[in-house]
């Protein structure tokens, strides 16, 4: 089983849509979760960290369910510059925390 | 500007010829690592390094060096490229590596082997 899973998508919604993606992880003693937005060919850069008592920037929400292992990311009103692959990091624990990147959600917003 | 900074973009070299990609951080991070990205495959840890003089290997180090002799810099070597190390390579620093923070990465680079 692959430490970090992500649905690969692509989700394909229209504008002004909810979305949300999943990512499940295996080690349960894994500390820290991020997501990460990456456009086609260029850096990843992070959307947001993911606290144990959920976060909300603007349009979009990031919780954590340690019971069930996974972080999730719901986007409302969905922009087309929200159009791009979405990754999530969960830091696993070793000799200090591993970083390790789910494949990526891909999201395509049409108008 | 705080950021990352890659060095080249894009490069296409041949089979075998030593070729070092550079990477630069201006935020004082302790923590730096080289990612290369293929289809399907998604982001790759290659090699990290916790701190100057302290590296170690990610997930796909063979065929890969690096060095950490300053704080700022953490350059990639391929010593003999092959062509199954076409690929992307991002470079991505952190404040730490213990702690609750996230990556800044570089630009990327794009690079072939033929």
């Known amino acids: 089983r692959k430490e970090v899973e992500q649905d690969p998508g692509p989700f394909n919604v229209p504008e002004g849509a909810t979305v949300a993606f999943n990512c499940t992880y295996s080690?349960?003693?894994?500390?820290?979760f991020f997501w990460y937005r990456q456009d086609c060919r260029k850096e990843p850069k992070l959307l947001m960290s993911?606290?144990?008592s959920g976060n909300e920037d603007g349009r979009f929400t990031a919780q954590l369910n340690r019971a069930s292992q996974y972080i999730s990311l719901l986007i409302r009103d969905s922009k087309l510059s929200d159009s791009a692959t979405y990754l999530c990091v969960v830091n696993i624990p070793g000799g200090s925390y591993i970083p390790t990147f789910g494949r990526g959600t891909s999201l395509i917003v049409h108008p | 500007e705080a950021q990352v900074t890659q060095n080249p973009r894009y490069l296409i070299t041949v089979t075998g010829k030593k070729l070092t990609v550079t990477c630069s951080q201006n935020m004082n991070h302790e923590y730096m690592s080289w990612y290369r990205q293929d289809p399907g495959l998604g982001l790759r840890q290659i090699y990290y390094s916790m701190n100057v003089e302290v590296t170690d290997k990610g997930d796909v180090p063979e065929g890969y060096k690096v060095s950490r002799k300053e704080k700022r810099n953490f350059p990639l070597i391929l010593e003999s490229p092959s062509p199954n190390q076409t690929s992307l390579y991002f470079c991505?620093?952190?404040?730490?590596?213990?702690?609750?923070?996230?990556?800044?990465f570089g630009s990327g680079t794009r690079l072939t082997v033929v």
């Open positions: 993911v606290y144990s």
């Open positions: 991505a620093s952190s404040p730490y590596a213990r702690a609750n923070y996230g990556y800044t």
């Open positions: 080690n349960s003693a894994s500390q820290s």
